[in-house]
């Protein structure tokens, strides 16, 4: 049974340009976390979403940021014209409606 | 705001005693915790939970302890092992399967 999987694991992107991270929850999981991770700092959640619906955006930033979990295929966090700022750990976690969520490996994003 | 919080950044124990990692939490509402471990470069490794219904679980080397009226939960590793040395995350959740809110995490090294 495959854990979660995140792709890539890494990723370096010009300041302005996109960045698209996916996310493929554990076999039976539905529900779909996104935190963030900050150098020096803990994990800071940003969107909870189940199959096409958005349970819980309330860590994301209002511009830029967006998220989706469609019904087919993995789901994807899309960072638009990105900043030095946005460099950072982004952890996917899936649950299957438990309190314990568990994590993929991470995409570490590099903004140059 | 920091709503759960890790006040030791590091630990050092030697392989074989007790390793007690703290964390403390301000949110009344919070109803689960968990502990994570984490290595460098890889994502969150959940370890253990608790519910507020109770005071301690056990699993192994691994004990969690909360104690409600203090807002405050430990996490016990004995004995201590060398693979253990990682950063440990305290994290609480409102609800089954919502959001985790993460402390800042705890540097553990176990030397021999």
């Known amino acids: 049974n495959a854990g979660v999987m995140q792709n890539p694991r890494h990723l370096v992107r010009r300041r302005g340009q996109e960045a698209r991270l996916r996310c493929s929850p554990m076999k039976g999981h539905s529900h779909v976390y996104w935190y963030r991770q900050l150098p020096e700092e803990g994990l800071k959640f940003m969107v909870y979403l189940q199959k096409e619906n958005i349970i819980d955006e309330s860590g994301m930033p209002k511009e830029r940021f967006s998220a989706e979990f469609p019904k087919e295929g993995p789901s994807i966090l899309r960072i638009q014209q990105v900043v030095r700022g946005d460099s950072a750990a982004y952890f996917c976690?899936?649950?299957?409606?438990?309190?314990?969520?568990?994590f993929g490996q991470g995409t570490r994003l590099t903004v140059v | 705001d920091q709503q759960v919080k890790q006040n030791s950044p590091s630990l050092s124990v030697q392989e074989g005693r007790i390793s007690i990692l703290n964390c403390d939490y301000t949110n009344s509402m919070f109803d689960y915790f968990l502990w994570y471990k984490k290595y460098p470069a890889e994502g969150p490794t959940f370890l253990i939970s608790i519910s507020s219904i109770k005071d301690k679980n056990e699993d192994g080397r691994f004990t969690v302890f909360l104690n409600k009226s203090a807002k405050h939960l430990s996490l016990h590793i004995v004995p201590s092992q060398p693979g253990d040395s990682a950063v440990y995350f305290c994290a609480a959740s409102a609800q089954t399967a919502s959001k985790l809110t993460f402390g800042t995490g705890t540097r553990l090294q176990v030397t021999l």
């Open positions: 976690a899936s649950s299957p409606g438990t309190a314990e969520a568990f």
